[in-house]
């Protein structure tokens, strides 16, 4: 006797549909929020970057409308020159590529030292670190001052390279230490069969395969650095001409009876490098973070 066995209709149930439905109406809701959120996020500088290009009565009659009456680039040839806004642009490059250098120098070797030896007293020494993590820069910045008053180097730019290296040095060596911890240690053993030293092997084998972390290390360096402002402040403060554009952005507001068009076109000015660089070493940036948390 053959037994019939009932099938269900292929296709989606009613039921499936209206969850689909519900999946698809969510996923919708999800993103108009989300570039909701963008767009809010995103106006600031939107309205910074349409404001550059306003004329000055322009600034005050389009109010919140980031869209400019007129392409007055000019703006960006006045803050250049007439607001020294050039001045501090190379000031706050020189800072920040200073600073860079002399962290990816000492944070690199420390960082290796720590994850590759084991050396008496090693997680001592990890804890002392850690723990100066937790300090407020406002605590420190006295004795920091002395310091480098008794080396002769207030109000110069050196003063404000060696004490922005400094600030970001554990932060730096934690990622490099994590990043190291990640490699195989036949990497290492081959260089030493070979007859490599223990600074060749840093030099020539494990610091240029750790171009990730490098270029994580660096951008968080230089970002820190282009928008410092406490440290150059407090280091440049007699020496106008020294100023970073942070520091020389807050003095064109006390110091002028404030050109706003001006002011917003200094801001995209300050903005376009930190931007650039991140998008050229996002990719690098992604991989060093994803190196260093592994670790």
Request: overall charge positive.
């Amino acid at each position: 006797m053959a037994v019939l066995v009932s099938r269900a209709p292929r296709g989606r149930t009613p039921a499936r549909r209206r969850a689909a439905v519900r999946r698809t109406a969510g996923r919708s809701l999800t993103h108009l929020l989300l570039l909701g959120g963008g767009l809010v996020w995103l106006f600031p500088f939107l309205w910074t970057l349409g404001s550059s290009f306003k004329s000055s009565d322009g600034f005050f009659a389009k109010g919140l409308n980031p869209l400019p009456d007129g392409a007055h680039a000019s703006n960006y040839t006045s803050a250049w020159k007439e607001a020294s806004f050039g001045s501090y642009f190379v000031n706050t490059a020189v800072v920040a590529a200073g600073a860079v250098i002399l962290t990816l120098l000492a944070t690199s070797m420390a960082g290796y030292v720590l994850a590759r030896t084991d050396f008496p007293g090693r997680k001592a020494c990890i804890g002392l670190i850690s723990v100066t993590l937790f300090l407020p820069h406002g605590y420190t910045i006295i004795p920091i001052f002395d310091i480098v008053q008794k080396l002769h180097l207030l109000n110069t730019l050196w003063s404000v390279i060696i004490v922005q290296s400094a600030s970001g040095l554990v932060f730096a060596t934690f990622l490099f230490m994590g990043y190291f911890s990640t490699m195989e240690r036949d990497i290492e053993d081959a260089a030493r069969v070979d007859g490599a030293g223990f600074h060749q092997i840093f030099w020539r084998v494990m610091l240029p395969l750790s171009g990730p972390m490098i270029a994580t290390v660096g951008l968080f360096t230089f970002i820190s650095a282009w928008n410092s402002f406490f440290i150059p402040l407090v280091f440049t403060l007699s020496k106008p001409e020294l100023r970073t554009l942070p520091v020389g952005m807050y003095a064109f507001l006390g110091q002028n009876s404030t050109d706003w068009t001006f002011l917003c076109a200094g801001s995209v000015i300050s903005l376009v490098p930190i931007v650039v660089i991140f998008l050229l070493l996002q990719r690098y940036f992604v991989n060093g973070l994803a190196g260093a948390v592994k670790g």
